[in-house]
């Protein structure tokens, strides 16, 4: 099984998304036979921005690595995304990251009919920190963002792992990692 690992936070050791992500890893290492670990840390190593020159290919080192990330997203089985809600959406980098893979003629294409997915048989893992508490409501652009964004590529088998309040006291914090930590998904669910 290929396990795509992507983080973006900011906060480094004091992540708690990346700390999740570390056990959703840790997880499927431990109940899965075979696990090949890709890891993209987007934070320490930012991919540019999508502009004008990123898609006539004007700088080649650029190009390369667009389609190293593209390649790494196709071969994965299984992704796990460290998505902390930033300004109650995704951080600027995994948009990067998700402009990268979301590429027509490789995850998606159009049709008469509207677009269809390429992408799909992939199980996917969002680990969702959050300093608030917004499961369901309407200043939550981040879960319903990635949802749409990933079934428009066809993959529509979308998990959450989330904390939440984790701003609110160091307990409500110690509280909404203990929680998702009990909430982890199990490896052998993941048939691709």
């Known amino acids: 099984m290929k396990l795509l690992h992507l983080d ?27 696990v090949q670990v890709t890891y993209r840390d987007l ?7 999508l502009r004008s020159g990123s ?37 600027s980098t995994l948009k990067a990251w998700i402009d ?11 049709t008469e009919a509207g677009a269809v997915g390429l992408a799909g048989g992939k199980r996917v893992i969002v680990v969702s920190s959050r300093g608030g ?26 998990e959450y792992v989330r904390a939440e309040g984790i701003a609110f006291s160091p307990k409500h914090r110690e509280d909404a990692i203990a ?3 009990a909430s982890l998904p199990d490896a052998e669910l993941a048939a691709a």
């Open 133 to 158: 508490i917004y499961t369901d409501s309407p200043a939550d652009f981040q879960e319903p963002l990635l949802r749409q964004l990933f079934a428009f590529m066809g993959i529509n088998e979308i």
């Open 100 to 110: 990268r893979v979301a590429v027509a003629g490789r995850t998606f294409k159009y």
């Open 43 to 49: 934070d320490a190593n930012p991919l540019p921005h």
């Open 55 to 91: 898609l006539a290919q004007l700088d080649a080192a650029e190009a390369t690595e667009a389609e190293k990330v593209m390649e790494e997203f196709l071969a994965a089985d299984v992704l796990v995304i460290g998505a902390p809600m930033y300004n109650f959406t995704i951080p």
């Open 8 to 34: 973006a936070s900011v906060l480094g050791e004091n992540s708690v998304s990346r700390q999740l992500t570390a056990a959703v890893v840790a997880r499927f290492q431990a109940q899965a036979d075979d």
């Open 179 to 181: 929680a998702a930590l």
